[in-house]
């Protein structure tokens, strides 16, 4: 199929700054014509000429409302501000950072796509993105492990809350303290400590 052919040669970010929820979802648009090949900042002007010769068209610049190309970032989560929300974790398309609730959470940098999905929903502001040292592009090889890391934590959340409700037992480690009655009150307190913290640093 034609969007496969379109997806093979996207980066597998999975980041959305092309306006789809993932590199398959904007491949199917291209190939249906319903999105241009220049809506993708992470593939940048390369990515752009790929797609070009594919599809026999002429290459376009850049659309920066969708974002600029810029070399190799991953996301760095301020350890001891993390208050363990785990809405990193969720947000992750690639499952690039690990920790458990009320844990602190890191990145795992190798694994990271730099689509900064996760710096939204952090309620702390405690993630950043880097440049990764010594600075590179994203490759080829890069798109591959990601394309299999992201299908593989797809496959994950498809099996149902079973799967889910199992993973999330084994990966947090028993909380001594008696469980919060409303989820909004253990997030405010949270905060309040996540705050404190920042203000005796």
């Not at 040669?9 to 648009?29: D, R, S, W």
């Not at 939204?120 to 080829?140: E, G, H, K, L, N």
């Not at 299999?148 to 994950?156: L, V």
């Not at 307190?189 to 203000?199: D, H």
Request: aromatic share 2%; hydrophobic share 35%.
């Amino acid at each position: 199929m034609l969007a496969d052919q379109i997806n093979d040669l996207l980066p597998q970010t999975q980041c959305t700054k092309c306006g789809f929820q993932g590199c398959q979802p904007y491949a199917e648009a291209i190939a249906t014509d319903q999105a241009d090949i220049n809506r993708c900042p992470p593939g940048g002007n390369e990515g752009i000429v790929k797609l070009a010769q594919l599809l026999n068209r002429r290459p376009s610049a850049l659309d920066e409302s969708c974002g600029i190309h810029h070399s190799l970032q991953v996301a760095l989560i301020d350890e001891k501000h993390c208050i363990g929300c785990t809405l990193c974790i969720q947000a992750c398309p690639v499952d690039a950072i690990v920790g458990a609730a009320k844990r602190m959470h890191t990145v795992i940098a190798d694994q990271c796509t730099g689509c900064d999905l996760c710096l939204i929903p952090c309620p702390v502001d405690c993630i950043t993105m880097v440049d990764v040292t010594p600075a590179r592009t994203w490759t080829s090889e890069d798109a591959k492990r990601a394309r299999s890391r992201y299908q593989s934590r797809k496959n994950r959340v498809t099996q149902g809350p079973e799967a889910l409700r199992f993973e999330q037992e084994n990966a947090t480690p028993p909380d001594p303290r008696p469980a919060s009655p409303d989820k909004q009150t253990l997030i405010a307190q949270m905060l309040a400590k996540a705050r404190a913290r920042r203000a005796h640093t």
